[in-house]
């Protein structure tokens, strides 16, 4: 089972990014997906979720909602998260990772991560 989170980088405040977690090793339907982030001197923190195919239900922080938009592409094993409207507070190192069981809220109920890709909000 592998996870490879991709897509950060420097954008402007008021900028996009679309991050990319590939799935390897496992069938992605099955799996709900989630985002995390840490920020520099923080812990990491629940960004959002996407249930697995049965529903695709998604859920945002409220930090985020509004501006993030989570979805999945099967046929590519591959979840995305839109970012819209980025600011400063955004910089961090942003997170997928597999679940396991529960409600998908907490870094506890998830088995596999994702190596992490960097987002960097600054002019």
């Known amino acids: 089972v592998q996870l490879q989170a991709s897509g950060g980088g420097l954008v402007q405040p008021g900028g996009s990014l679309r991050l990319s977690c590939a799935a390897s090793?496992?069938?992605?339907?099955?799996?709900?997906i989630g985002w995390f982030r840490q920020a520099p001197g923080k812990e990491r923190e629940w960004v959002s979720c996407?249930?697995?195919?049965?529903?695709?239900?998604?859920y945002y922080a409220d930090s985020v909602k509004g501006r993030f938009t989570i979805s999945r592409d099967n046929a590519k094993s591959t979840v995305y998260l839109q970012m819209n409207s980025l600011n400063a507070e955004d910089t961090a190192v942003y997170y997928c990772?597999?679940?396991?069981?529960?409600?998908?809220?907490?870094?506890?109920?998830?088995?596999?991560w994702g190596q992490g890709t960097l987002v960097t909000v600054s002019s």
């Open positions: 996407i249930s697995s195919s049965d529903s695709s239900s998604t």
């Open positions: 090793g496992f069938f992605l339907d099955y799996y709900a």
């Open positions: 990772a597999r679940l396991a069981y529960g409600l998908g809220f907490r870094e506890s109920e998830y088995d596999y």
